[in-house]
């Protein structure tokens, strides 16, 4: 699966717990969960978790901890894929 | 790991915690009592959570609802007499406020510092949550009970927040071995939404209960799942709450009084 595909599904899988829906709409890479698409820091938690559904990974918590923007995302599903 | 550094310095502020215990709690509860607040069948609260002490092997989490930035004192009121807390002193559970609104000033330091509260910065980065969250395992570990509010934040609405609340609580369990939950919902009777401080006078209703976390899953997903019961239980508290305020007579307008000082919202506002 490349970077862009799995780019769409991330953003697929944030919609729910977006707040801002319009700049998921022009999202990128460099776009911040927490910031631009106005996420609610407590639900990082639950999009970890959905990300490891949709994916069939298992993100460890520093992993977790280091996503901050969609690519960050990206980046981590790309290495427990690899891994 | 929590640094050597930052462990030494929480013990130090232990130890003087401890020492300077006698005046700040007496200070602590006459400036409560001087607001005129009174907990509603204080000694009916201080054996249930008696009751669970002795019981309990491990250290305790204690989880509450959250509408006023007094709740921590008041529970701890609530909870044990200033005697206990001292013969006892790792059930003077620590507190976690956040750090812009209690680090305003020298004297709010000091009584936060006195008071066994770890600050904690609500939008900080990474490593902050995590040393704070190392901070909270560690004096689990050591012993100490430590108070956490799941909703994060006093709750708007002034009913339990169960759309927003995060996961810390659960990851506190999931890390720590054998540590007893216990849940405590609390509520001024005059309290209609979220304040600063109770209104002057109110009586505040106490519940303790201990909770059996369970879980079959592991690490987010058992934090996650383990707040959720957490979160429902002091629903039900709150439930339980609501549920004794008597109904208004069939003849009489349900904007009375009673209802309307209270504040408390219908069933149809309720969470799923």
């Known amino acids: ?83 | 790991m929590l640094r050597l550094r930052v462990r030494v310095a929480l013990q130090v502020q232990r130890v003087l915690a401890h020492l300077f215990f006698p005046i700040f709690a007496v200070c602590v509860v006459m400036a409560l009592r001087f607001r005129g607040y009174r907990i509603e069948e204080i000694a009916r609260v201080r054996q249930s959570f008696r009751a669970i002490t002795r019981t309990c092997r491990g250290p305790i989490l204690l989880c509450s609802n959250h509408l006023t930035v007094v709740d921590s004192a008041i529970i701890a009121w609530a909870l044990a007499s200033n005697g206990t807390y001292f013969l006892r002193f790792h059930l003077f559970a620590w507190n976690l406020p956040e750090w812009k609104n209690f680090y305003r000033n020298v004297g709010l330091r000091i009584l936060c510092y006195l008071g066994k509260c770890v600050p904690i910065i609500r939008d900080g980065s990474v490593d902050e949550k995590r040393e704070s969250m190392a901070k909270l395992e560690h004096l689990l570990r050591q012993g100490d009970a430590v108070a956490i509010f799941p909703e994060g934040t006093r709750s708007r609405s002034g009913h339990l927040d169960m759309e927003n609340f995060g996961y810390g609580a659960g990851q506190l369990w999931t890390r720590v071995p054998n540590v007893t939950v216990v849940c405590v919902y609390l509520r001024g009777l005059a309290q209609t939404t979220y304040s600063t401080i109770p209104a002057r006078g109110d009586k505040m209703f106490v519940e303790v209960q201990r909770m059996e976390a369970q879980s079959t899953h592991k690490g987010l997903r058992a934090a996650r799942d383990v707040t959720r019961q957490i979160m429902d239980t002091l629903y039900q508290m709150e439930q339980r709450y609501r549920a004794r305020i008597p109904a208004p007579p069939p003849d009489t307008d349900h904007t009375g009084a009673a209802d309307a000082g209270d504040g408390h919202a219908s069933d149809k506002d309720a969470p799923a």
Do not use: C, H
């Not at chain 1, 490891?52 to 520093?62: A, T």
């Open chain 1, 1 to 83: 699966m490349s970077e862009v595909e799995i780019l769409g599904k991330v953003v697929a899988v944030l919609k729910p717990y977006v707040k801002n829906e319009g700049a998921l709409e022009t999202a990128t890479g460099a776009t911040s969960i927490l910031n631009d698409l106005q996420v609610n820091s407590a639900r990082l938690v639950d999009i970890i978790l959905a990300l490891e559904d949709e994916f069939d990974i298992e993100i460890d918590d520093d992993a977790a901890d280091s996503v901050q923007t969609l690519q960050d995302a990206v980046n981590v599903i790309v290495a427990q894929k690899d891994g």
